[in-house]
Structures are given as C-alpha cells and as structure tokens.
C-alpha cells in the first residue's frame, strides 16, 4: 500500500502501450474519490482513477503501472561544483568588505567615528545645513557628544546637526 497526496506525480512504468505511454505522468488532485472507497485511490488531474491499494499503483485497473515520480536529486560533483562556486563567491565578498573597511570616513561621519573610538572631544566646524556649509561657514565648536537623535552636542550644549573635524587629528583625548 502506498499512501499519495495531492500534488504528488505519477509516471507510466509499464502496461497499455496503445493508451498510455511508458514515462507519460499523471498529478493527483484529489483523495478518497467516490464514496466508501479506500484511503488509497485517488484522481488525477485528467479523471483517471489511481488505485495505491496493492503492492503497486495502476491506472483505473488498465494493468498500467505507475510509480512516484522521484525529485531529481544532485550528483557530488555537482554538489561539489555548486559549494566550490559558492566559496569563491563568498571570497570575492570577503576582499570587498575587506576593502570598504579600509575607507575612511570624512566629515561628519569621522567625527562620530572619533567620538566612538573614545575621543572625549572634537574641534568640528559646524552647521545644521551640510558638510560643506559647515566648512565654508567655518564656524568651530568643541563637539563632546551625540544626542539620541543623531545630532552633535557642543560642549555649550548647542546642537549641530553636522560637525567636521578641524583635521583628523583634531580629537582631543
């Protein structure tokens, strides 16, 4: 007895040449057809009766032979091939990251690397517009912190919604 369910493909194996083709398949959409039959026949997609209720499956009774249709499964090498692919694709993704930790923050971003790293302060020209208007404002405010909102606090307590280092050796420790 074999127990299908919906969904499941069926395959010709053997049996009524003229009818049905050996490797022709068949879906199972629906279970239990007809009223009092067994848990084992079912219908295909196209009204055929499947009886699973012996050693083998058949067709409406037709001496035709079906089996389940197996999920193609992987050779080792092409396992092998797919993990060696996917390891040297993980490589390259390596040496990017590798190279984008390498980039060095400006502006704004390197005064909150700086006060990351423990920099108790920062001589930033600030400004709430840009980078650049801080810079070309060029007004300078010891910056000590980051508020909850992402916005510099000078050490008088002004926020600044941008702050860039004076130089990058601007932190005073």
Request: proline fraction near 2%; charge should be negative; glycine fraction near 8%.
């Amino acid at each position: 007895m074999s127990k299908l369910k919906v969904g499941d493909k069926l395959v010709v194996v053997s049996g009524m040449g003229c009818i049905f083709k050996t490797g022709e398949e068949f879906t199972i959409s629906k279970t239990k057809v007809g009223k009092g039959w067994s848990d084992y026949f079912y219908e295909t997609e196209d009204g055929w009766v499947v009886d699973a209720s012996g050693s083998e499956i058949v067709l409406n009774n037709l001496n035709v032979v079906l089996e389940k249709v197996k999920k193609p499964r992987l050779s080792r090498a092409k396992l092998t091939e797919i993990v060696d692919d996917m390891a040297e694709r993980l490589a390259a993704l390596e040496e990017q990251v590798a190279e984008l930790s390498q980039i060095q923050p400006t502006g704004s971003d390197l005064t909150r690397q700086m006060l990351a790293n423990g920099a108790e302060s920062v001589e930033c020209y600030v400004d709430d517009n840009s980078d650049k208007e801080a810079i070309k404002d060029a007004m300078i405010c010891k910056i000590t912190d980051i508020d909850e909102d992402g916005w510099f606090r000078a050490n008088t307590g002004c926020p600044w919604r941008y702050a860039v280092p004076v130089n990058s050796e601007g932190a005073n420790k």
